[in-house]
């Protein structure tokens, strides 16, 4: 009864899909708060990989509603296209429900994405050129088209209309691109909008109903907390929110709603796109965790940065977000090293910060203070219960819990579902 929220504690791809497949028996609502298609879950079932940029991962479920909020961004025809391949993998879809107020992903947006990206040369961002960055910014300069312009095409026109101008006159004469015809998105999107007529609710007043039925609701975050456009790397971040906060604005819920906040957290840490990472390892620690942990993009393809886990990000998740326990993932990943090290602190000028430096330079030159742990130089992926881990993972497990100051309640040693470890 009442919320759970979901979150990424690192730079996204902790394995947010596996968390919530585990969770999602116990669930009566899967809800994307935020974020667009920039995502990517996978979810394994029965030999059955599912690769999400949009939908819920709770779509999997018959007894699970996936919704998609207010806060998030959509893209009518690449969601249509994900909703078709769902489809012909045998799943019914017809229970999802969409806000209306959700903005809008339009051609512009993703055109923009990308020149933009282009533009900025060496500094930019490494963006999923998705348009989530644009779209974001239309909605807080107040002329974004939200879902629900959709079911009055005369409006949706007016604004597409105003909004264009602008558009087109900076991808002309800014960046050199080919000016866009308002008649010729009018077109497209009207397709769109038979298409999802069916599945457009008040998801507001559903969600809230179903709380006072006594039902559960799985608040499920893409991205990560140091993504999140206030409380992550800025500007190496999403335009979204994906903190537990983001959650209560992206649904429409209430803080007294929620119940549990739950972190998903990678054994080590990975970044895909940009910006500052101190633990980030080269070489061929490097080469065998990408080559164990399959660390490629679920939507880009692009080979993820990885490095060790860093406790002074696991101690600020725990606290941006409330957390109150952790979700371990791919602790099995680590199976192959003599030795791990664990980042406990920065350095900096001779200074040392156990929480996340409040200056962008510190962060930027901060020089990890690493321990070392033994490795367990075996297997896991057989392991169903904790005490069965070698001894150096369970405390290799304990460390991080109590550098984190959070409980790790699950521990996952590969990508299945039996592949969880539940702690007492
Ligand atoms: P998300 O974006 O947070 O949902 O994560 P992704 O799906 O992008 O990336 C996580 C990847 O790790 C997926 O391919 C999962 O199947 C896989 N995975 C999740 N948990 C584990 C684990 O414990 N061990 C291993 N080896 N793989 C895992
Ligand atoms: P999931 O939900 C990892 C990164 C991009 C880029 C930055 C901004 O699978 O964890 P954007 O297209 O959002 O404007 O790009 O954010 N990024 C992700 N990295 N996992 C994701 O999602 C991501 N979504 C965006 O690589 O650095
Ligand atoms: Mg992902």
Known sequence: MGAIVLVGTQWGDEGKGKATDLLADDVDFVVRYQGGNNAGHTIIVDDVTLKLPLVPSGVMYPSVTP???????????????????LVAQG?????????????????????????????????????????????YADKASRVGLRVQDLYDMKIFRQKLDTVLKEKNAILSRVYNRMPMKAADIETEYAVYAERLRPYITDTVTLLHDALEDGKTILLEGAQGTLLDLDHGTYPFVTSSNPVAGGAMTGAGLGPKHVERVIGVTKAYITRVGTGPFPTELSGDIAERIIDVGKEYGTTT????????????LARYAARVNGLTEHFLTKLDVLGEFETLR?????????????????????????????EEHPGWRSDLSEARRFKDLPKQAQA????????????????????????????G
């Not at 393809?301 to 002074?312: H, K, L, N, P, S």
């Not at 290799?396 to 702690?423: D, K, M, N």
């Open 396 to 423: 290799y497990v304990e460390r991080l819990e109590e550098l984190s100051g959070v409980p790790i309640r699950y521990v996952s040693v590969g990508p299945a579902r039996s592949q969880t470890l539940e702690r």
């Open 342 to 370: 664990v980042c406990r602190a920065y350095r900096y000028q001779g200074e040392e910060y156990e929480h996340f430096p409040p200056h962008q330079s510190i962060f930027h030159h901060a020089e990890p203070v690493y």
């Open 91 to 135: 799943l019914d879809v017809s229970d999802l429900r969409i806000s209306g107020n959700a903005h809008l992903i339009m051609p512009y947006h993703r055109e923009l994405d990308a020149v933009t990206e282009r533009y900025l040369g060496r500094q930019k961002l490494g963006t999923t050129k998705r348009g989530i960055g644009p779209t």
């Open 67 to 85: 919704v998609i909020g207010d806060g998030v961004v959509l893209d009518p025809g690449v969601l249509l296209e994900e909703l078709d391949e």
């Open 301 to 312: 393809g692009r080979q993820r940065r990885v490095g060790w886990f860093d406790a002074v």
